[in-house]
């Protein structure tokens, strides 16, 4: 930790989130926990995909029995994943080492969740298998497949960063799970029918339009199309974004209390 | 506490730089996207972008769709993409286009709003829901135009659809047709100077509900305005005069879009038999049609057995080849399921159709609508204009020279072995393998017909119809071309003679004719009866006006634009008697002409929205893989089908000796072969089912396969790397 920690200051506050990002990557290869995430997320997404989602009886040249379920299962494998990012640090104590190293806490935080990130991103690659599948089955479209999994990508991204900011709120790794799953499960709401229905009674057009522009789902499923729009990309762009800077908000709090 | 209120604070700018980034922000970059699909399916045409930037008063689309029940019959996805498509039409048309997509409820205001726009729903299920589907839009002036039902099959033209809909509205008036023709399309005296007149062709009335029609007189020294008229029809044009000529020449070139209707032999134009004088029933415009880069074969009409029209023949149909029903259920490739002409048509109908083929060194290009399968041919009209009687009676005259041109020689060398390879001469391209029966059961209970050594393929074809009445096959399958039919087991007797020991001994044996039939279809190539053509042309006048020309307006040598145009070789297909029966239509042949001039009638831009190439995209391996399991378990199969049949009918003679009571007096020894039959039988039962179940499971066990390796071989590499990386750094530690 000494000679990281010496690292950490000689380098410029610009490299500082890239050394963590560095340090945390190899950290997950280094503990078991990572083997039963990939274990776990690959076991799962292979069952959804051909057992739920009967990719094979369907018949069709699509990978969207594969990206459907995604939503659902990541809501609970991301804060997983991140539960552990601020819990871990505050729970063993190396949270305080850390932030008496002079760097920025956007820096650490940053390099955190783009470690995480990358990590998923290394788990989603390991599901080209489907694509090589479907690809060998049939003539699916190529194009819409790449931007479903650009889509996939957004969307953990923005469950990670919803939860890295929960697991910065407590020691408790549990609790920082639960409090990530809730609030992911909030952006998924306008996926209910029932709610949808609820909000719509009210009468409101803009309310309904704007219940259902706070979804994961619809814009989910507009990527999932084939399209790559702006407006999907702001939102999960600044969702991400929202959420690191709540997340570097608490980390300095805990820094200066 | 401050602590508490510094996290609150930060959770509040957070959420307000979120939440104003994706309302503000999403909306601003709106139309900013890309559409990564391989056929561009979420991006709109230029075409429409072109038209939807032309509209000047708002239109209001009204979508009606029930898009609850649209899971029940499947169309969500389509549902999905209609809503799509109509968003994207109203964003490109800059706030001229209102878009309401509405379900309506049952006996709601909304309801009865649909009903009153022409849009009806279906009735769904036993609970009475109703499933609306349909589109309306309405102008300022309150004009309806109606999808009444939106038909995902018809997917890939949903964007011409729409575009069409939203011209009907914007533009005030009917597109305007003038129509040059030698017939009395609008009644009148016929070719026959001493008949009596004839009334009016329906198709007139059918397509003024769509059009301003304007015949002009034969004669025109004058130019055809092009402003004035959006197209200009020309039907069977016998002996144009040259200004004529000269006036459509020059129309074309100024991009007027023409459709002409030629025809080497118009039946109709004939006056009755008993009362004729020989007339020239042909119509040509030779040279206007090869400017364009179209030729109408000169003296040839055009037949085709397999689409032959069945017409009652001494108690038998004969397909007559003249008489082309041209049935995409027959051969899909008819009509052209490409374009938005032809897309929607199921089967037209044409009498004596002419053979139209790209002109040498033509500018232009040349798509086919309309053609015969592969083995229509011509024949000379000479033969149908020297004949004294009505073309049916020639049916059974033309029939036999069909099938005797039909295609080339069986020859068969001596006695045909097991397997043996037998080549069909004159031009078929590839060898066929001929494969005989030496197993007599096989002919048993079989009408067989006698085949001589050297038959012609027209006996094959002669013998397979006997073959196909004889079985009591519906009456399409007669055609004695037909694959389906001859692989439903049809046989043939071929008697050899051969020198024997004691002299020459005949020998038969049964031949399948499903090979001989197969080598004889692919054969031939289709031809053209309609076509569309476009692109750059020249004029058919390059020494300038003819004479007699009144027009003072400048000579074009080359067309400025694109010129578009439809060629169709026949005209007898418009004639009441080959489009209705009574007041119900026989086919498509209305829509031909009617889609034609609609398609020519509307914009550049219209015309390029060429269907754009939506398909379900299918596992085909999987369907491949599903055929190859499915022929290999057929022979099995099939071999364990005859058994049980054989077995049943073995038993069933030694059960025969029952009395009317149905007891059966047997010996016992009888009793234990009916025993052992049945044994037998059971056993055969239970393999054929078997056999059919390991069809099955072969396709589900491809579909567990790649289940399994995708369920364990990424997990399984995961583990072995960590495994590796793990023993690694384990020998790094020791090695410390």
Partial sequence: MSAFAETLQRSTYRSQWFRIFKRELRGYFTTPVAYVFLVIYLLVQAGFTWGIGRLYEQSNATLYPFFNYHPWFLLFLMPGLGMRLWAEERRSGTIELLLTLPIRAGSAVCGKFLAAWTFFGIALLLTMGEWYTVAWLGGPDHGVILVGYLGTFLMAGAYLAISSCASALSKNQVIGLVLGVVVCFSFMLADIPMMVSAVDALGVDALTEAFLQMSFRTHYDNLLRGVIEARDLVFFGTLIGAALYINTALVQLKKAS | ?736
């Fill in chain 2, 1 to 736: 506490m401050q602590s508490k209120t510094l996290s609150f604070l930060a959770l509040l700018v957070g959420a307000a730089f979120f939440i104003s980034s994706v309302y503000f922000g999403g909306a601003a970059l709106r139309h900013w996207r890309i559409d990564n699909t391989e056929d561009r399916l979420y991006t709109l045409a230029q075409g429409t972008r072109n038209i939807l930037g032309r509209i000047n008063e708002p239109i209001v689309l009204r979508l009606f769709y029930s898009r609850e029940l649209a899971p029940e019959v499947g169309i969500e996805d389509f549902g999905r993409r209609v809503e799509e498509l109509l968003a994207e039409f109203e964003d490109a048309a800059d706030g001229n286009i209102v878009l309401q997509i509405i379900d309506p409820e049952p006996y709601s205001k909304e309801e009865e709003l649909a009903a009153s726009l022409g849009i009806r729903g279906t009735m769904l299920n036993a609970k009475g829901d109703l499933l609306f589907f349909g589109l309306a839009a309405t102008n300022s002036v309150d004009e309806v135009a109606t999808i009444g039902d939106l038909d995902p099959s018809q997917e890939s033209f949903l964007e011409y659809e729409l575009a069409k809909l939203i011209i009907k509205l914007s533009v005030a008036e009917p597109p305007k047709v003038a129509v040059f023709s030698s017939l009395p399309l609008q009644g009148g005296q016929g070719a026959n100077p001493f008949g009596p007149p004839e009334p009016a062709w329906r198709i007139v009335a059918e397509l003024a509900q769509t059009f301003e029609v304007e015949f002009l007189p034969a004669e025109r020294t004058e130019p055809l305005d092009a402003l004035e008229f959006d197209a200009v029809l020309v039907v069977h044009p016998k002996g144009m005069p040259e200004t004529t000529r000269y006036a459509i020449d020059q129309y074309a070139l100024a991009g007027g879009k023409v459709c002409v209707l030629v025809d080497p032999h118009c039946v109709f134009e004939l006056p009755p038999p008993q009362a004729r004088p020989p007339i020239d029933a042909s119509s040509e415009l030779p040279e206007l049609l090869h400017a364009w880069g179209v030729d109408v074969e000169p003296g040839v009409v055009v037949g085709d057995l397999k689409l032959g029209h069945l017409i009652p023949f001494r108690n038998q149909a004969l397909p007559f080849p003249l008489w082309t029903d041209l049935n995409t259920g027959v051969d899909a490739g008819v009509l052209a399921e490409d374009d938005v002409v032809t897309s929607s048509m199921r089967l037209v109908s044409m009498l004596a159709p002419g053979s139209l083929r790209v002109a040498e060194e033509a500018t232009t290009t040349f798509t086919p609508l309309i053609r015969t399968t592969p083995g229509g041919r011509g024949m000379d009209v000479e033969q149908l204009q020297r004949s004294p009687e009505s073309i049916i009676a020639l049916a059974p005259t033309l029939v036999a020279q069909f099938l005797e041109h039909a295609e080339g020689t069986i020859e068969f060398s001596g006695v045909p072995e097991e397997g043996a390879s037998i080549t069909l001469s004159d031009g078929v391209r590839a060898p066929v393998t001929f494969e005989f029966s030496t197993d007599p059961e096989v002919a048993e209970g079989n009408e067989v017909v006698l085949l001589q050594p050297n038959a012609t393929a027209a006996d094959v074809a002669q013998a397979l119809r006997i073959q196909i009445l004889i079985k009591g096959l519906t009456v399409t399958d007669t055609d004695g071309l037909d694959l389906e039919a001859a692989h439903s087991g049809a046989k043939v007797l071929l008697t050899t003679r051969e020198a024997g020991p004691h002299g020459e001994v005949e020998i038969r044996q049964f031949g399948d004719l499903s090979a001989a039939v197969d080598g004889m279809a692919i054969r031939g190539l289709r031809r053209n009866l309609a076509a569309r053509v476009r692109g750059p042309i020249k004029t058919s006048f390059p020494g300038g006006a003819p004479e007699r020309w009144e027009g003072d307006d400048e000579h074009l040598g080359e067309s400025t634009t694109d010129f578009n145009g439809i060629v169709i070789a026949d005209v007898d297909f418009l004639h009441d008697n080959l489009c209705w029966r009574g007041a119900s239509p026989l086919n498509d042949n209305p829509s031909v002409l009617i889609n034609a001039l609609e398609n020519l009638c509307g914009s550049n831009d219209l015309l390029s929205l060429r269907s754009r190439g939506i398909e379900r995209r299918l596992f085909t391996k999987k369907e491949e893989l599903d055929q190859e399991a499915r022929k290999r378990f057929q022979a099995k199969g099939d071999d364990l089908a005859k058994k049980q049949q054989k077995l049943e009918g073995e038993i069933r003679e030694l059960m025969q000796g029952a009395d009317e009571s149905g007891v059966v007096y047997t010996s016992s020894q009888q009793i234990q072969k009916i025993n052992d039959k049945t044994q037998e039988l059971a056993e055969t039962r239970s393999a054929l089912g078997r056999v059919k179940g390991d069809l099955k499971r072969e396709i589900d066990d491809l579909g567990d396969t790649l289940f399994l390796r995708n369920l364990l071989l990424p997990p399984g590499l995961v583990l072995l790397l960590g495994m590796l990386y793990g023993l690694h750094c384990v020998t790094r530690r020791k090695a410390k």
